[in-house]
């Protein structure tokens, strides 16, 4: 699994960058992502120019189809930019504070439903291949 950042704020993309390689994910760039079938987390911070995110979640989408999944933070009151990132394709739109607290389990279930479909598991037979 990716994780892409458009996330100008210093402190956001270090704890981001941090968790993602806690996590064993490669940190991308939204125009510097490959597309050879590996899901993707698109991690946007809000307060950037509307434009600019708004044309990356078009072009990312386009790109990746079903494989992309679109996570926008920003401050908590501004309904309007909430509504205008569901509005530009986000999948998730966050307050500042839940990303804090919840975008590591987040990323955990992400990461799950991946290995899951790329039939990644536990093998229960143990290492002997004993039951």
Partial sequence: MRLVLLVDDLYFRVRLTDLAERLGLEVCDPNGVP?????????VDLAGPSARWAEAVKTLKARLESRVTVLGFGPHRDVGLFRAARAAGFDQVWARSKLVADLPAFLEKLLKEASADAGIGDDPSGPDGNL
């Fill in 35 to 43: 597309d050879d079938g590996r899901p993707v987390l698109a991690v």
